[in-house]
């Protein structure tokens, strides 16, 4: 005998009385909570109970907007930009308003520092307000210095079509490159949190990964960019070209690494008009990649080579099976 159809009518009811949310749910919410109140001695450094502002992700992620801004005027305001006159208003607004966030993030980020150490922050307001200021000093240069990455990217790649309006708008690598172009001004000044915020920020929007401690020069261009890391001490000169899937970084380190080579040479070189191409490793601090130089894809290199140097993997051999049965 076959069961009766089910009603097409009726619904299925997720509702919980609350009786039921008493009497199952809230003990066990206690439980929980009570075992994570037990482990606050043992845990403390990944506790934070402060009534002291700190950083704030969504406003370093601000930061960046308004960066972005600045560098491409017109290219991301919504509503666009209408005329001459529209952008120069913009401009003085995006500057005044980064300023302004910049400042309080900056002392922020100042502030917990001491607090983290036990220290007490001395003139961090007035510091905070200075190091902004710089910052902003120094947007003429930035904006000519990422107009140097994109020319280099329009020279390099075919694909970009035949103007830099689609580079601006669509290429991850001009992205990254700006967030560690803005978070490295603040390296240079000492602030803490910011500048690794700023570029793990553009790393989980684009999959590159640059430290903001590298010093990368002018016309610097990223090819599709997933997947590359450029440690905290690499070195790299002018109109550099990098791959997908390309590593920049350090040998194997021993565990009291974090402390006992912290501030040492651990990445590589790369000298000018260097080329790298997709799944290239280049590791070690002493690593010198000359000028003018090519590696190949999926090298993997820990030795310095001289100028104008060409370094590949020999061609494997293929070994191919037809399976069409006859």
């Known amino acids: ?19 039921e949310f008493r009497r199952d749910v809230v003990p066990a919410l206690e439980r929980v909570s009570a075992g994570l109140q037990d482990m606050r001695d043992r845990l403390r450094a990944f506790e934070l109970v402060s009534p002291m502002p700190r950083p704030s992700l969504g406003k370093v992620a601000k ?52 607090m983290r150490r036990g220290g007490e922050c001395v003139d961090c307001t007035a510091l905070a307000q200075e190091i902004a200021l710089e910052v902003c000093e120094s947007f003429p240069a930035l904006r000519e210095l990422m107009a140097s990455d994109v020319v280099a990217t329009m020279e390099g790649d075919p694909a970009a079509g035949d103007h830099m309006d689609q580079i601006i708008l669509c290429y991850p690598g001009v992205y990254a490159t700006l967030a560690y172009r803005l978070a490295n001004l603040l390296w240079r000044r000492e602030v803490p949190f910011l500048p690794r915020m700023m570029t793990e920020l553009a790393h989980g929007l684009t999959g590159i990964d640059i430290h903001p401690g590298a010093t990368i020069g002018g016309s610097f261009f990223i090819d599709h960019g997933t997947g590359i890391v450029v440690g905290e001490t690499t070195v790299i000169g002018e109109r550099v070209r990098i791959y997908q899937g390309v590593t920049l970084g350090a040998l194997s380190l021993p565990r009291d ?36 130089s090519v590696i190949g894809g999926n090298v993997w290199l820990t030795d310095s080579i001289p100028p104008d140097t060409k370094v590949f993997i020999k061609k494997p051999e293929l070994i191919m099976v037809n399976n069409v049965k006859g």
């Open 63 to 114: 930061v960046l907007q308004l960066g972005r801004f600045l560098m491409f005027p017109g290219f991301f305001e919504d509503p666009p930009a209408t005329s001459d006159l529209n952008v120069r208003f913009l401009t003085g607004q995006h500057l005044t308003n980064l300023y302004m966030i910049l400042k309080d993030e900056i002392a922020y980020a100042i502030r917990h520092d001491h």
């Open 1 to 19: 005998m076959q069961d009766a159809p089910a009603d097409k009518n009726q619904k299925c009811s997720f509702k919980e009385s609350e009786e």
């Open 257 to 292: 690494a974090g402390v006992r080579l912290r501030g040492a040479k651990r990445h590589p070189t790369l000298e000018d008009d260097v080329i790298v191409y997709s799944g290239a490793t280049i590791l070690g601090g002493e690593t010198v990649i000359g000028a003018r």
